[in-house]
């Protein structure tokens, strides 16, 4: 057997925490809709194909529950969530209104577990890197950044990266958010647009676009000004191009803000022949990304987000996994259960095509001088009033919440009916609904951006800036930012988490469907979510995920009590595979 990857020379060692669960697989938005929770498992699977299993820890982080959502989301917004069914939905006419579910954004079974599984990963891969337990963290189900407090948008129903980036600022002082999805990174901007304390980085496909924000002149408000930075871009940006702006600006950021944390959400809809992209990143371009942001050594949360061509999606994934584990992964993919889905050449590379770029020298060369100029306003980085370990007025509820969170039964959350939606229906990952037919269907997920734009379904004047006090928020650019980031109150510590969070309609009585190639070996590498106890099979796992003995997060991570195996599962072979 060849090499199935190679040190890259002269690379730091890191210690890598990878999330992954492997319910992720089993939720599907709808028929025709291009986002396809599949592509994490395609990607994990060749992940594990390659052997990183060995460089890295792998983790299944316990799900977030709904009060962890509710440091960013609203309360009313986040039961919606958790109660909102595709058997019930009817009765919810003027709530899917209200907060956009229902045509991007669709309800379908278990969308509260997605939403929890996606948003976990981030907010341990936080909590993992804030208190030194790894250099960089990985959870590619997260990096949903159109999510807004009270609204779904763009595939996105609950902000992962809001929330894992409140993680981070209880024990950093400046927080670097870097977007390199093809679409604004607007639920994230949004969020912090009134603070110092997190800089957000966007560059993006800018005109005519979904969502429709993400102005070079938008640059953050009050404390926030000049704090948020955005590069928009033209169709068709070439690996040569795009590098040429990144690595300067990123440079620059690094110099005048210099952030103790970095989350780098890493959508692939900016890979060439995306879906529902239009810029033209090979898979080594839009890896050279994360290489370099790398290479600054600062603890790193990285992302997924955006990416509708799954089998390039998984590809670019694998190999940016292998890029922070410090590896190489060699060119021919690995046979795995999804092998004959890259063929017919099953190379690992995305290739660039040979469309126009239409972002000529001069323009880039604009953006850049005035992205530049506005990075001097910053003039050094802003000095936070820190103590040893800063105190927000998150602790109390992270501390609270950590506690109560055994309030709710697991079994309730995690429905046996999702074991079985792991098989995948008929044509799922057929080419010609990544092509093809389907296409048609996905024009309203391309135009979305002008509707969205004139619907004027945001909400103004509620939100604070975290950390700010409590002047109101500003509008400013066209999409009218307001920065919804709760400043939490008591009162919401004291709220109970009480709904119970999906009805008896759930309860079914699906046996337990084979795992999926290698989980085995992945589940008794895992830990239980932040309980920190190994567990052995998938069923033990999830009784045991809130078990008694579950402590607060604090305590898991910051004690040492975490036992984490570092016997790596048998090296699968081919005839194990299901192809
Ligand atoms: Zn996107």
Redesign the pocket.
């Known amino acids: 057997m060849s090499e199935r990857m190679v040190p890259i020379a002269g690379e730091q060692k890191k210690r890598v925490c990878y999330f992954f669960d492997s319910d992720i697989g089993g939720f599907h938005y709808g028929p025709g809709h291009p986002m396809k929770p599949t592509r994490i498992r395609m990607c994990h699977s060749l992940v594990m194909n390659y052997g990183l299993y060995e460089k890295m820890e792998i983790f299944r982080a316990k799900p977030a529950t709904k009060r962890e959502m509710t440091q960013f989301h609203s309360d009313d917004y986040v039961e919606f969530l958790s109660k909102i069914t595709p058997s019930n939905m009817n009765s919810y006419v003027k709530e899917q209104h209200k907060y956009n579910v229902g045509d991007d954004c669709p309800v379908f079974d278990g969308l509260f577990d997605y939403c929890s599984i996606s948003a976990g990963g981030s907010m341990e891969g936080a909590a993992r890197l804030s208190r030194d337990k790894c250099d960089i963290a990985i959870n590619w189900a997260g990096g949903l950044h159109h999510a807004k407090k009270s609204e779904a948008s ?1 595939f996105c129903y609950v902000n992962d990266i809001v929330l894992g980036i409140l993680e981070l600022l209880r024990y950093h002082s400046r927080v670097l958010y870097i977007d390199i ?3 604004h990174g607007d639920g994230v901007e949004e969020a912090f647009y009134t603070t110092d304390r997190v800089m957000t980085v966007s560059f993006h496909k800018y005109g005519e676009y979904f969502p429709g924000t993400g102005e070079l002149r938008d640059v953050g408000v009050m404390k926030g000004k000049y704090y948020a930075l955005n590069f928009p871009l033209r169709d068709g940006i070439s690996d040569e191009n795009y590098k040429s702006v990144f690595e300067p600006v990123i440079r620059q950021v690094m110099e005048s803000y210099d952030p103790s944390a970095i989350v780098l959400q890493c ?1 692939t ?1 900016s890979l060439s022949g995306d879906k ?2 239009c810029l033209n990143l090979s898979m080594r371009g839009h890896a050279n990304c994360v290489r370099f942001v790398k290479s600054f050594n600062k603890p790193l949360l990285l992302l997924g ?3 509708y061509t799954m089998r390039n999606v998984s590809r670019a994934w694998a190999y940016e996994t292998g890029l922070a584990a410090g590896f190489e992964l060699a060119p021919d993919i690995p046979v795995n259960e999804y092998y004959e889905y890259f063929g017919p050449d099953h190379k690992l590379d995305v290739k660039s095509s040979n469309v126009d770029d239409m972002n000529s020298q001069p323009y880039l060369d604009r953006v850049k001088r005035i992205v530049m100029e506005n990075l001097r306003h910053i003039g050094g980085p802003p000095s936070v009033q820190m103590q040893d370990r800063p105190h927000l007025p998150i602790d109390e509820l992270m501390d609270d919440l950590n506690q109560d969170e055994d309030e709710d039964d697991p079994n309730d959350r995690r429905p046996q009916r999702l074991l079985d939606s792991r098989r995948q229906p008929a044509g799922e990952l057929s080419d010609s609904e990544d092509e093809g037919d389907g296409r048609r269907d996905h024009t309203s997920h391309r135009g979305r951006g002008h509707s969205s734009d004139s619907d004027n379904k945001h909400k103004f004047g509620m939100g604070v800036g975290i950390l700010a006090s409590s002047s109101a928020s500003h509008g400013a650019g066209p999409s009218g930012h307001t920065t919804v980031v709760r400043m939490l109150s008591s009162n919401v510590a004291d709220e109970e988490a009480s709904t119970e969070a999906l009805e008896g309609d759930m309860d079914l009585d699906m046996d337990d469907t084979p795992p999926a190639v290698h989980e085995n070996g992945l589940r008794s590498h895992a830990l239980n979510g932040r309980s920190g106890t190994p567990s052995s099979s998938p069923k033990e796992e999830k009784e045991g995920e809130r078990g008694e003995d579950d402590m607060a997060l604090d305590d898991t991570l910051a004690t040492g009590t975490t036992s984490i195996s570092s016997t790596p599962p048998p090296l699968p072979d081919a005839a194990s595979t299901s192809i």
């Open positions: 763009g999805d093809v679409h959508g809809d529902l992209g987000g955006g990416g």
